[in-house]
């Protein structure tokens, strides 16, 4: 988990710098103040607003824009609040607002996985101040997430792999419901046809032959039957005949 430089130590630097001009520590301190009393409650909106009232007395205020960029991290707009954070980078002459600064630029770009950009703040933090174990640590993160996306298997790679591997248990899940639905649609024609060629196959029709028909039929099945047996019994009659072997 990304830890952000906070505020909190600011409010006795804020009240230093405000030594240097008195219609600014009446005006912008106390919206500095108010703002950093609703960040601590975790109302980070309403902190940003003071911040901004506090900007409009003072543009050049590092402080200010320091914190509005904490205000503004807080709230995951770390585009903006990177902007706010360079600004105070930019403005302030102390080597700790500076260092701080340049530690949150560094943790906005890693919210976004850009590491190469993350691990050029972190540098850049411990030039300032060289014993900040938090940048330590976080450089030593961003650097080993560099070289594993490098390597093929990064976060964002892995994220890919996971969604391709989704695409493919649905597209399966959809092929497996259309042969189904097509198997039963091939099952359902088959039936039909079958049903279809009992209704057109011919019927046997009942006999339509009277009694007398019939017995006349039958005496004439009895003579060819009489006929048959007696040339049955004529060819058993009759041996066959076989050539001599002398």
Do not use: H
């Not at 903006?80 to 600064?101: F, I």
């Not at 174990?133 to 298997?153: D, H, I, P, T, V």
């Amino acid at each position: 988990m990304l830890q952000m430089k906070n505020t909190y130590r600011i409010l006795i630097l804020a009240g230093l710098l405000c030594l240097g001009s008195t219609a600014w520590a009446q005006t912008g301190n106390k919206y500095i103040r108010k703002g950093n009393k609703l960040y601590q409650q975790k109302q980070y909106t309403d902190a940003e607003a003071n911040y901004k009232k506090a900007l409009e007395q003072n543009q050049q205020s590092d402080v200010g824009r320091y914190n509005l960029g904490n205000s503004l991290y807080e709230q995951k707009r770390f585009d903006d609040a990177r902007t706010q954070y360079a600004n105070s980078l930019k403005l302030s002459k102390d080597k700790t607002v500076k260092g701080d600064a340049s530690y949150n630029i560094g943790n906005t770009y890693m919210e976004g996985k850009k590491w190469e950009e993350s691990i050029k703040a972190y540098k850049q933090t411990l030039k300032m101040n060289p014993a900040d174990e938090e940048a330590r640590y976080n450089l030593a993160y961003a650097q080993a997430m560099l070289k594993k996306q490098q390597q093929g298997g990064g976060g964002n790679n892995k994220d890919n792999k996971e969604n391709k591997e989704k695409d493919k248990k649905k597209q399966d899940q959809q092929n497996q419901q259309q042969n189904q639905q097509k198997d039963q649609k091939q099952d359902q024609q088959n039936k039909d046809k079958e049903q279809q060629d009992q209704q057109q196959k011919p019927q046997p029709q009942p006999s339509k032959l009277d009694k007398q028909e019939a017995e006349r039929l039958l005496q004439a099945l009895n003579q060819e039957e009489k006929k048959l047996q007696d040339k049955m019994k004529k060819a058993k009659g009759q041996p066959v005949q076989v050539e001599k072997d002398w």
